[in-house]
């Protein structure tokens, strides 16, 4: 998150972003932790998502599938609670809401703590993390930032994550290379060539420092160790007891994620009446940069065995989490094979 008047939007880390007062908005009508709730008017089930963000283009398809009806159809009053929480999964199984947008590691940390939760579809199908250069920069390689430094908003999130996992995939530690605390700071950092390289998204910081006619090159993390990146998790409980209903939501929002990437201007203006003040132009710049992250050959939603596999090995390797999990009872691919 950039703190300036000026900013894209970008995907944020979802759990440990921000040491701050922690804000849920909107939260009446949220399902409690066995996936009980009482019914709308319209016979309609409530159910809520912990989005861990305020209002932002990236949450766009949830605001397609809510304006277009896609849940209400799917016999869902769907509340979008938005806030920036420090734990947006355990705050899901504290029963704030049904479910939570979150990345596979961080499931795989609640589930570590003995929080039995599941990844019932990824959304964002790359993990859009990056390491950003100058163009000019020396480093050309990963091997290259031996000695450099790095700015990071800090030792938590994805972007740290990711971090991790460059100097991993380099053989490296953080003893080798200079890391800076920058705060959410990417982009001044790298035009003030206050440090050498920073950490940020594919879809948000390239596009700032380029509307600054400051030329990049970028390093993405998911050309060099598979991560699982958002996707919509809820308890085991509310699983196991209202399949129906969990798959009525991911298949709502599925249809969400198609139209918006089918209509992206129409969904910039859609999401105008979610996001207070939102800036279109950018907005569908950056949505238009996003698109690419939530497709692939593999069908939407899909959890992909193989990168929950590299991931759970990472985590244990860098001691994230403290030793390799069932991984089978982690995710599931109601949304298709």
Sequence with gaps: MMHTRHRL???MPFSALLLVLTLILGACGSATTTGASTSSPGSLQNVSIGLGYIPDIQFAPFYVAQSKGYYKAAGLNVTLQNGIVNDVIGSMVLGHATFAFATGDEALVARSKNLNVVDVATIYQKYPVSLIV?????????ADLKGHSIGEPGPYGATHIGLLAFLSYAHLTLSDVNVKEIGFNQVAALLGHKVDAVMGYSNNEPLQLEAHNFPVRTFDISNYQPLVSNGIITTTQIWQSSPQMVNNFVQATIKGVQYTIAHPQEAVQISANYIPGLNTTQA???LNATIPIWQSHNPFGYNDPATWQSMAQFLVAQKIIPSAQNLTA????????
């Excluded at 100058?134 to 990963?142: D, E, F, G, K, V």
């Excluded at 982690?330 to 094979?337: F, H, L, M, Q, S």
């Design 9 to 11: 939007s970008i995907l």
């Design 284 to 286: 569908l710049t950056v």
């Design 134 to 142: 100058p163009a000019n920069s020396p480093i050309h390689t990963l």
């Design 330 to 337: 982690a995710y599931t691919n109601i949304a298709g094979a």
